[in-house]
């Protein structure tokens, strides 16, 4: 992984490297960014407001969840700041993968599961399933690794033209307004 100049701060045993709007995550290599379920958490508006520094997106969200801006923030779903959403998580994944002793639903037995299946056609938005390719993923990680799987992700969540990371929900990239999808 490249290393990037900026400040740097510790929490608890990871240490973050901030540049501008990117955060890298030395030690953990971005696992924090692996859903539980699959789910990408680099491009999830609730990771990724605050560190683009989009406060339209943060007060949408910050209206929408009735809470104050602050703590419209997530470092990931295997990280030590959850949104509260993800906490709750009322598809069940995070007590399912305590239950199972698992980190990821691709180490359990039962994978892939009936939870699994029925949750990727949950979360729709601008005609895109969030969830669409969750089995997809967690085969792919569970085969070629978590950490090519994350290189894949970064590169699909930023735009093609000119770089800027994206909302898994956007059609058009907000700099450049190259299409997307």
């Known amino acids: 992984m490249a290393r990037r100049r900026g400040k740097r701060h510790s929490l608890g045993n990871k240490k973050i490297r901030h540049n501008e709007s990117e955060t890298v995550m030395t030690q953990s290599g971005g696992r924090e960014l692996v859903g539980i379920c699959g789910i990408y958490c680099g491009t999830c508006p609730f990771y990724l407001a605050g560190r683009e520094k989009d ?8 209206q929408a969840y009735d809470l104050p801006v602050e703590e419209v923030r997530c470092d990931g779903c295997r ?11 009322r598809h069940g ?15 359990c037995g039962e994978f892939p599961c009936d939870r699994l299946r029925a949750f990727k056609d949950i979360h729709v938005v601008n005609d895109i399933s969030h969830h669409e ?7 792919y990680i569970k085969d070629q690794g978590i950490e090519r799987w994350l ?16 909302y898994w929900f956007v059609r058009e990239c907000p700099d450049c307004h190259n299409r997307i999808r």
């Open 93 to 107: 994944f995070r007590t399912c993968a305590e239950e199972q002793n698992v980190a990821w639903c691709f180490q």
């Open 151 to 166: 290189e894949d992700q970064k590169k699909a969540g930023k735009c093609p033209s000119c770089g800027k990371r994206l």
């Open 55 to 62: 406060i339209d997106q943060l007060e949408q969200l910050s």
């Open 79 to 89: 990280s030590d700041r959850v949104f509260r959403l993800c906490v709750e998580c």
């Open 133 to 139: 390719k969750l089995i997809e993923n967690l085969q």
